[in-house]
Each structure stands twice: as structure tokens, then as C-alpha cells.
């Protein structure tokens, strides 16, 4: 799951174990920095690569027992310190962090994504990180649960950007690729136009069911972790689904009708999750 995707499953926060809590806090505030660093502000795409790049040593020498943020100029020190705590209390690797500053580095220099090989890469690095670190912190580190972790967290993100469209249009990105496009007659500049043709609702659909489909090869894993953090992980995967559902009931207008959930849909989400039923139509 990135950093986006707190905006519509929060439930993590209420259900996370108490004594994870400071190092998903930790985390959290890592990869929301990092983001920043990324998009907002004036910096030049120069002078965002370069703090990128200290953020990206400071996390490899965290794991020195001398380690200092003052040794950077250009990372925040109380930040990394608090990271480096929980890195080395939970024994959490430091790859998934450097992965997440892969992405952050490829939205610095946005290319528009060709086809679904660009897709997937760029969510094995901003989306599957952070499920694998919450897994390293559940004590979850086999091959099996990482994969499946990876198949949810992907979808998360397909999500994410199936949502945010007209959001990350007007920002000049384009995660929908191209050849999904023009499969159904559309280009990105479409897009910045809005001139979309009587395809649009189909080619949404496919995306739909693209992203479900993945959500749900990785839904076993719910089963996997027992308790609050297997709840959690079911609200999420529920939180997903319903945003598709979403997608679906306006026939893919995310541009005047982006999905959100709401009160009633948490309710729904619950109730879903406690009988342990995913949707898929």
C-alpha cells in the first residue's frame, strides 16, 4: 500500500497492534517525506533527485551502530533517528525502504506509462514495500505470504490510480498506459482533454476487473494473519473492492464522480469482513 492509499483505508491506524504502532508511525513519516520531496515544493528535478539520493544513503548507513543524520545534510534528523529505532528493534530489512525511493525517484522524472510491464513495475516499488515491511513487522516472512502481499498491494495501488485519473492528469502524470488506450481508440492526450470516446466505460471496466483480480489472488493472505492484524488486513482488502464497486456503478466517470468511501460504507466494509466474503462481481 503507498502513501496515497491512506487516504482511503485509515482503518490501519485503529486496528494496527498498539506496539507497532511507532514503527508504522515511523515509516510512514519516512515514505511521506520522501513523497514530498518528490512532488511538492519548487525544487528543480535536479535538486528533488539529490535529496533523494541523501535520503537514499542515509538509509543504507542505518545500519551502522554510529550512525548519525548529521552526517546529511539534506534528511531530517529526528526523522531517520525514529526510523533507525524501529528498523533495529523489529529487525526490519532496509530494501524495502530503498525500493520505495525507486518510485519516488521515477515520479521525479514521470515517463507515461506504455503498457501494464510499466504498470507493474512501477507498484513493485511504490505499493509492494510497504506491505512487505508490514509483514516483516506481523513476524509473516515467508516466500508464500510476501507474494501474495505483493498481489495486494499492487491492486491497491492499480486502485489508487483507476480512482485518481483525473487528479494525476491534471498533474501531468498518466498511469493509465498507453496500449491500454489505444486498444479502445484514446492516447494520454485524450485525457487532458477529456475528449473521450463511447469506449471509455468498457476500457474502465477492463481496468476494474484488472486490479480485482489481483486483489484477490492476494486475498488468502488475510487468513494467514490471525487477530487485529488479520481484520485490518480484511478491511483493507474489503476497502479496495469497494472502491471498484464504485468505479463500476458510475461506468468508469471518475472525472466528475471520483469514489470515496464514506460512513455507510465503513459499516458495509465491517460486516463484510467479519464474515470473510469478498465480492467480486
Not at 107 to 130: E, K
Request: net charge negative; hydrophobic share 40%; with cysteine.
Amino acid at each position: 500500500m503507498s502513501v496515497d492509499h491512506y487516504e482511503n483505508f485509515p482503518v490501519a491506524s485503529i486496528l494496527l497492534p498498539r506496539h507497532l504502532r511507532s514503527a508504522v508511525t515511523a515509516i510512514y513519516a519516512f515514505a511521506r517525506r520522501a513523497d514530498d520531496i518528490a512532488d511538492e515544493g519548487q525544487a528543480s528535478a535536479l535538486e528533488r533527485l539529490t535529496q533523494l539520493d541523501a535520503f537514499d544513503q542515509a538509509v543504507v548507513r542505518m545500519q551502522d551502530s554510529d550512525f548519525s543524520a548529521t552526517h546529511f545534510d539534506d534528511v531530517p534528523q529526528l526523522l531517520f533517528l525514529a526510523l533507525q529505532r524501529e528498523m533495529q528493534l523489529h529487525q526490519l530489512p532496509i530494501t524495502p525502504l530503498r525500493d520505495l525511493l525507486v518510485a519516488f525517484r521515477q515520479d521525479v522524472q514521470h515517463r507515461p506509462f506504455q503498457n501494464d510491464t510499466d504498470l507493474l513495475d512501477y507498484c513493485r516499488y511504490s505499493a509492494n514495500p510497504v506491505g512487505r515491511l508490514l509483514l516483516h513487522l506481523y513476524r509473516v516472512t515467508d516466500a508464500s505470504s510476501l507474494q501474495l502481499s505483493d498481489h495486494i498491494c499492487s491492486a491497491l495501488q492499480l486502485i489508487n490510480f483507476w480512482q485518481d485519473i483525473a487528479i494525476d492528469t491534471e498533474r501531468r502524470r498518466y498511469y493509465l498506459p498507453a496500449d491500454r488506450l489505444a486498444a479502445h481508440g484514446m492516447t494520454h492526450a485524450d485525457l487532458d482533454t477529456r475528449q473521450l470516446n463511447q469506449h471509455w466505460p468498457r476500457l474502465m471496466q477492463e481496468n476494474t476487473a484488472f486490479a480485482r483480480k489481483i486483489l484477490l489472488a492476494g486475498a488468502p493472505l488475510c487468513s494467514r494473519l490471525h487477530g487485529r492484524p488479520g481484520l485490518e488486513l480484511r478491511m483493507i482488502v474489503q476497502g479496495g473492492l469497494r472502491i471498484l464497486e464504485k468505479i463500476d456503478a458510475v461506468a468508469g466517470d471518475v472525472f466528475d464522480h471520483r469514489p470515496t468511501l464514506n460512513k455507510k460504507d465503513w459499516a458495509l466494509l465491517a460486516w463484510r469482513s467479519v464474515r470473510n466474503k469478498y465480492y467480486d462481481t
